[in-house]
């Protein structure tokens, strides 16, 4: 299983050798899962991870077309024939003289040492062994889920920030790497501010350029993991499921530490001068997603590989936000200047990405103008006959929510007339025009998703009605004004563009409290439709 906050890894691996050596391809297969069968909450960023993984490859780590396999929400037999098929162009590519790398990744859900792809499920045993047999000179796996320490504990995992040497002896390093997002028996985690899960933002925001420590323009694998491993476990430390600790395994030969990505390779890319301090967040616009994190203290410079786009760069301060919207053409660095970025109130904060925007919408007061028909009739016979006949009521309704509790307030102005009636007496029937008006408010609590959504909730109502005898001119008007306490439930679908045209069909039960000779309650029930728009 894996909690809201999730901790996903990615490399783009690059080995560094002698000049003199073959030339390294690298393959990879990326698996994304958002759902793990039954008795699973669906996670939202799993398979958004995977592709966030993709990009960095491809960009920056030298991974070239079909040797990268994505599968997003794919089952286990799937994911193992892709595996078989790119073990194959694996082995062809070290019988024709290249160096070769593999890197598997898994993001999605996990238990007792399973990969839950949707109903089905994956050894995390089995993809240790195939990493173990590759024909590969570097295999490194990498699982995003809770409890995945267990693909690192047969290989005696451990925690730690650091686990190869930086040396300048390129003696081309070869060995099975093993990374996982947790301990065996802590939980990964998802973040909707940052769109994904803690690991994955941390480490392709290192592998853009933020853990570039030499400062070479070369991220390397002991560069990405100390640096993504000190943010993970310092971010979860405050999370409600508790801190995460990133494991590891390695066998290796050689003593060359690993490239991972080339910031060379970036078409374009941020440039973030020393005289800036703090942290900024890089939204991808285009994208929607949150693209980089950096981190930083004054007097040093960082620059973040990026591809050509729009993009928004905002730094949290106390009370509100400092943005600025940055577009980036297909070369050259854009430098981020404070003296450029804007006060922005947190809930004008237009980089939210979509998922956390849709949430704060939901949390949003929105008013909607609603026209409203309803056809009103009370329950007893003899009341329709001699006091209340049934009725159509025409009006307006005005909502406002959420409110305190996530509640709707709705307002609404009725009325409606019949004219030429009969007020059957029994002994003697009288010609009558019958007028009713209602004010009403109620507070309804909604459930569903963006586009149906279920409501029910209490209304209180007032009613005014009026009788008049016209062809009966000595008959006084007869005038009654009384409270109705009611129950009312309705099904609402929100259409159009943007969802902002409300239809709604709703029913309501009530009691009409009045007075006359002596106190009195009568029964009645609505039925209705409305239709409206809401911006």
Same mark, same amino acid.
């Given at each position: 299983?894996?909690?809201?906050?999730?901790?996903?890894?990615?490399?783009?691996?690059?080995?560094?050798?002698?000049?003199?050596?073959?030339?390294?391809?690298?393959?990879?297969?990326?698996?994304?899962?958002?759902?793990?069968g039954p008795?699973?909450?669906?996670?939202?960023?799993?398979?958004?991870?995977?592709?966030?993984?993709?990009?960095?490859?491809? /960009?920056?780590?030298?991974?070239?077309?079909?040797?990268?396999?994505?599968?997003?929400?794919?089952?286990?037999?799937?994911?193992?024939?892709?595996?078989?098929?790119?073990?194959?162009?694996?082995?062809? @590519?070290?019988?024709?003289?290249?160096?070769?790398s593999?890197?598997?990744?898994?993001?999605?859900?996990?238990?007792?040492g399973?990969?839950?792809?949707?109903?089905?499920r994956?050894?995390?045993?089995?993809?240790?062994?195939?990493?173990k047999?590759?024909?590969?000179?570097?295999?490194?796996?990498?699982?995003?889920?809770?409890?995945?320490?267990?693909?690192?504990r047969?290989?005696?995992?451990?925690?730690g920030?650091?686990?190869l040497?930086?040396t300048?002896?390129?003696?081309?390093?070869?060995?099975?790497?093993?990374?996982?997002?947790?301990?065996?028996?802590?939980?990964?985690?998802?973040?909707? /501010?940052?769109?994904?899960?803690?690991?994955?933002?941390? =480490?392709?925001?290192?592998?853009?350029?933020?853990?570039?420590?030499?400062?070479?323009?070369?991220?390397?694998?002991?560069?990405?993991y100390?640096?993504?491993?000190?943010?993970?476990?310092?971010?979860? @430390?405050?999370?409600?499921?508790?801190?995460?600790?990133p494991?590891?395994?390695?066998?290796?030969?050689?003593?060359?530490?690993?490239?991972?990505?080339?910031?060379?390779?970036?078409? @374009?890319?941020?440039l973030?001068g020393?005289?800036?301090?703090?942290?900024?967040?890089?939204?991808?616009?285009?994208?929607?997603?949150?693209?980089?994190?950096?981190?930083?203290?004054?007097?040093e410079?960082?620059?973040?590989?990026?591809?050509a786009? /729009?993009y928004?760069?905002?730094?949290?301060?106390?009370?509100? =936000?400092?943005?600025?919207?940055?577009? =980036?053409?297909?070369?050259?660095?854009?430098?981020?200047?404070?003296?450029?970025?804007?006060?922005?109130a947190?809930e004008?904060?237009?980089?939210?990405?979509?998922?956390?925007?849709?949430?704060? /919408?939901r949390?949003?007061?929105?008013?909607?103008?609603?026209?409203?028909?309803v056809?009103?009739?009370?329950?007893?016979?003899?009341?329709?006959?001699?006091?209340?006949?049934?009725?159509?009521?025409?009006?307006?309704?005005?909502?406002?929510?959420?409110?305190?509790?996530?509640?709707?307030?709705s307002?609404?102005?009725?009325f409606?007339?019949r004219?030429?009636l009969?007020?059957?007496l029994g002994?003697?029937?009288?010609?009558?025009?019958?007028?009713?008006?209602?004010?009403?408010?109620?507070?309804?609590?909604?459930f569903?998703g963006?586009?149906?959504?279920?409501?029910?909730?209490?209304?209180?109502?007032?009613l005014?009605?009026?009788?008049?005898f016209?062809?009966?001119?000595?008959?006084?008007?007869?005038?009654?004004?009384?409270?109705?306490?009611?129950?009312?439930?309705?099904?609402?679908?929100?259409?159009?563009?943007?969802?902002?045209?409300?239809?709604?069909?709703?029913?309501?039960?009530?009691l009409?409290?009045?007075?006359?000779?002596?106190?009195?309650?009568?029964?009645?029930?609505?039925?209705?439709?409305?239709?409206?728009?809401?911006?």
């Amino acid at each position: 299983m894996k909690v809201r906050t999730i901790f996903g890894v990615v490399l783009a691996l690059s080995a560094a050798a002698p000049a003199s050596a073959a030339p390294v391809r690298r393959f990879a297969l990326l698996l994304g899962n958002n759902r793990g069968g039954p008795e699973t909450e669906p996670l939202r960023y799993a398979e958004a991870d995977a592709k966030k993984v993709q990009a960095v490859l491809r /960009e920056l780590g030298g991974y070239q077309g079909q040797d990268v396999v994505l599968l997003a929400g794919a089952p286990a037999d799937e994911a193992l024939t892709a595996l078989t098929a790119l073990e194959a162009r694996v082995a062809a @590519a070290k019988a024709a003289g290249a160096r070769t790398s593999l890197l598997i990744y898994y993001s999605g859900h996990a238990k007792v040492g399973d990969l839950l792809m949707g109903p089905s499920r994956l050894d995390m045993g089995l993809v240790r062994e195939h990493l173990k047999r590759s024909a590969a000179d570097i295999k490194i796996g990498i699982i995003d889920a809770c409890e995945s320490g267990a693909l690192t504990r047969a290989k005696g995992g451990r925690r730690g920030p650091s686990f190869l040497y930086d040396t300048d002896d390129r003696e081309a390093t070869q060995g099975l790497i093993l990374i996982s997002s947790s301990s065996e028996n802590e939980s990964s985690q998802e973040s909707d /501010e940052l769109g994904g899960s803690f690991f994955t933002h941390y =480490l392709t925001s290192g592998l853009r350029g933020d853990a570039d420590d030499s400062g070479d323009s070369r991220v390397t694998l002991g560069e990405v993991y100390e640096y993504t491993y000190h943010k993970t476990v310092a971010v979860t @430390a405050s999370t409600r499921s508790g801190v995460q600790h990133p494991t590891y395994s390695y066998d290796l030969a050689g003593q060359g530490d690993i490239v991972l990505t080339d910031l060379s390779k970036g078409q @374009a890319g941020l440039l973030f001068g020393p005289e800036l301090e703090g942290r900024y967040l890089v939204f991808d616009l285009g994208r929607e997603q949150v693209a980089a994190e950096i981190s930083k203290a004054a007097g040093e410079a960082r620059s973040i590989a990026l591809p050509a786009g /729009e993009y928004a760069v905002k730094k949290r301060m106390q009370d509100h =936000l400092r943005m600025v919207r940055l577009s =980036l053409g297909e070369h050259g660095a854009v430098p981020v200047l404070e003296s450029r970025m804007e006060r922005v109130a947190f809930e004008d904060d237009y980089a939210k990405g979509p998922i956390l925007r849709a949430e704060l /919408e939901r949390r949003r007061r929105r008013l909607s103008l609603e026209a409203q028909v309803v056809y009103q009739g009370f329950l007893s016979g003899a009341a329709r006959r001699e006091l209340f006949p049934a009725l159509p009521l025409f009006g307006a309704t005005g909502r406002i929510g959420p409110m305190l509790g996530g509640a709707y307030l709705s307002l609404d102005l009725l009325f409606g007339s019949r004219r030429g009636l009969v007020l059957d007496l029994g002994a003697l029937a009288l010609s009558q025009d019958f007028f009713e008006t209602q004010v009403a408010g109620s507070l309804m609590w909604r459930f569903g998703g963006s586009i149906v959504q279920f409501g029910v909730g209490p209304r209180l109502a007032a009613l005014y009605m009026r009788r008049s005898f016209p062809f009966d001119p000595d008959l006084k008007t007869q005038d009654m004004l009384g409270l109705s306490p009611a129950g009312a439930t309705e099904l609402m679908f929100f259409v159009g563009p943007g969802g902002h045209v409300v239809l709604s069909a709703f029913g309501r039960a009530g009691l009409l409290l009045y007075s006359v000779d002596d106190n009195r309650a009568l029964a009645y029930a609505e039925g209705g439709l409305t239709v409206g728009y809401r911006p």
